[in-house]
Structure formats: structure tokens, C-alpha cells
């Protein structure tokens, strides 16, 4: 069925028909049983505990499908055991100039330089909490993904961090920290030396005074070894609870020139080199007496794929290419 709808959605504009079935999904909630009885996994999962959180099986939904949170119970329906809503960020901001989107058919890819566009974190907040008065499943949670204006100082950062842990700490069950997005100046700088060491130190200690939430920092795929572990010493020193591997690649490096745009490349692409970092995190994790709890994003397509990354360490596994390439049904095929 989705094989059909996907010709139909690919005639248009990638992002005026993302944002048109986030909407659609959003509004049209007395289609969640036709959904949930097709697509929900069937099968018993292993559940994963991450502190207080007992995800009932390993795959969620990445940021950025659904910035707003605005079809939080859609993707509950379908069987996700958690979604990352967002990248939000204190104020709304328009993000890039359009075109920001774009879809690399050939290799099952998605490029983008969206900008972290979104309508802030207190509208987020408002359709969090709306979300959980009607989701009632145990093991499926809701996460905001944060990040920083475009026009806040590098230096200032960490404020927007901490403002955006303000506004959602008592609507958001985790929050994952985004340094890692290529697509606004400078924030990748936040990943390496004193950036990363301040901005970490400051979340924690926030965090400490609000809901002491699990929190999670993403990486970009394009780091050293060296930077790999420089950040994954800082989150242990500083009680962070796991990390991300990985955002989108700004690499062409080692396959050929895939779409002549600037912006970072997701999907199957970007596998080999988010499973590499996966392995460096795993490994500092054998190495160490306190273990962080790896999530592994980028290039699941299939069950191998998924099982791939619990193999290279990580606990939880997201997605995002794969549901628009494949559709609802992606979830009920990476858990079969």
C-alpha cells in the first residue's frame, strides 16, 4: 500500500509533503486503530531500561520527522517505543533559505539543511503534555531533542541548552542534546575542548535542579577518534547518560558525489560510518567501569541493519530515511 502512496508523495516537494503527512497524521487521530491494528508489532520485544525509563523495544523514531510534536500519538501507534520530537530551540525560527531538502533516490538517501526550523520550545511543550492525556501505553516515551538559535552566540549556547531544559522538564521524558547538526554555523564546534566541557557541565548542573531527566548527547559521524573519546570521557565525567551515533554526514569521502548540494546525507549512505563511531564508543565503553547507554541512528533499513547496531553496543536504535522510503510498516519489519 505504502509502495503506492510513496510514487504519489515523491511527485512533490520532499518537504511540502513531509510536512503535509505530519500534519495529516496529527489531525486525523480516528485513524489510529486502522493503523495500530496493520502495523503494531506484534511479537513480544525485549524492553530496554535506561534509568527510570523501561522502553518496551529498542527503536524509536529520530528528530526532525516530527519537529513540533504535532503526531506524538501517531507514532505510538505504530509501535515505536519512543520519538525524539524536535530539534526545538528556545525561540521559533524560520531555519534555512528553501530548497533545504532534498532526496537522493538512487542510494535511498535524504539531504538536508533545514536549520533547526521549528515554533520554539514552549509550543512543544503545549503539545506534549496535550499528547500524554491520550497516550496511555507503558513503555513509549516522548523526548525533545534541543539545540540553539541560529543568531545565539556560540559563546552563549549553553543558555539556550538550559532554556529549552527549563520550558520542557516537566513535559519531555528525556532530552537529547544536538551539537552535531551541520546545518547551523558553528554548532558542531560544541563537540570538541572547552565548548564541549562547559556546555555539558552547565546541562548537568541544570538538570540536577529541575526533574533530573536522562539525557543524551548526539554526534556527528564526521569526528576523529581522538574527538570520540575526548566526548565520551566529558559525558561520563559529568553523569550524562548516553549518546547518539550519529546525525547526518557532511563527508563525500569514500562514495561517490551523491547530489551536488550542500547540507548533511542520512539514510543508507550513512551507515558505515555511523556504525564505525558506534564501535569507538563500544569499545570505550569495554574499557570503562561506568558504561553509557549508546543509541544507534543511521542507514537502518532492515532487521540486519538494526541488529548491526545492537551488535557494535547500542542499546537503543532510531530511525528516520527509512520511514520515508519505506512507510508505516518499517517498524513491524525492523522488529520482526
Request: hydrophobic letters at 40%.
Amino acid at each position: 500500500m505504502y509502495k503506492l502512496a510513496r510514487k504519489i508523495f515523491f511527485l512533490f516537494n520532499p518537504e511540502t509533503i513531509h510536512n503535509f503527512v505530519v500534519w495529516f497524521f496529527g489531525k486525523f487521530t480516528f485513524l489510529y486503530p486502522l493503523f495500530r491494528g496493520i502495523y503494531f508489532p506484534k511479537s513480544d520485544m525485549k524492553s530496554v531500561t535506561v534509568r527510570n525509563l523501561k522502553f518496551r523495544n529498542p527503536l524509536g523514531l529520530a528528530a526532525g520527522l516530527d519537529k513540533d510534536g504535532e503526531a506524538l500519538r501517531f507514532w505510538e501507534a505504530l509501535g515505536f517505543s519512543y520519538v525524539e520530537a524536535g530539534t526545538v530551540t528556545p525561540a521559533p525560527q524560520f531555519g534555512n533559505p528553501k530548497p533545504r531538502l532534498f532526496r537522493i533516490l538512487k542510494d535511498e538517501g535524504l539531504l538536508n539543511r533545514m536549520g533547526f526550523n521549528n515554533n520554539g520550545a514552549k509550543a512543544l511543550r503545549e503539545e506534549i503534555l496535550k499528547a500524554k492525556t491520550k497516550i496511555k501505553a507503558e513503555g513509549f516515551y516522548i523526548g525533545a531533542n534541543i539545540g540553539k538559535n541560529k543568531l545565539t552566540p556560540i559563546q552563549s549556547a549553553k543558555y539556550d541548552y538550559t532554556k529549552c531544559m527549563e520550558i520542557l522538564h516537566n513535559a519531555a521524558d528525556f532530552f537529547t542534546i544536538n551539537i552535531s547538526s551541520p546545518n547551523t554555523e558553528g554548532l558542531r564546534k560544541l563537540q570538541s575542548g572547552e565548548y564541549f566541557d562547559d556546555l555539558i557541565k552547565t546541562i548537568s548542573e541544570k538538570n540536577s535542579s529541575l526533574s533530573n531527566k536522562v539525557i543524551f548527547v548526539k554526534i556527528a559521524p564526521d569526528l576523529s577518534e581522538e574527538e570520540i573519546t575526548q566526548i565520551y570521557n566529558t559525558a561520563v565525567k559529568y553523569d550524562i547518560d548516553g549518546i547518539v551515533a550519529t546525525n547526518t554526514t557532511i563527508s563525500r569521502e569514500g562514495f561517490p558525489l551523491l547530489i551536488d548540494e550542500a547540507g548533511g546525507i542520512s539514510g543508507k549512505p550513512l551507515k558505515e560510518k555511523s556504525d564505525k563511531v558506534l564501535k569507538t564508543l563500544n569499545e570505550l565503553n569495554a574499557a570503562s567501569p561506568k558504561k553509557l547507554f549508546l543509541i544507534g541512528c543511521g542507514g537502518i533499513f532492515s532487521a540486519d541493519d538494526l541488529a548491526d547496531k545492537i551488535k557494535l553496543g547500542a542499546a537503543l536504535t532510531q530511525v528516520y530515511t527509512s520511514f520515508i522510503y519505506e512507510g508505516p510498516a518499517v517498524v513491524k519489519k525492523l522488529l520482526k
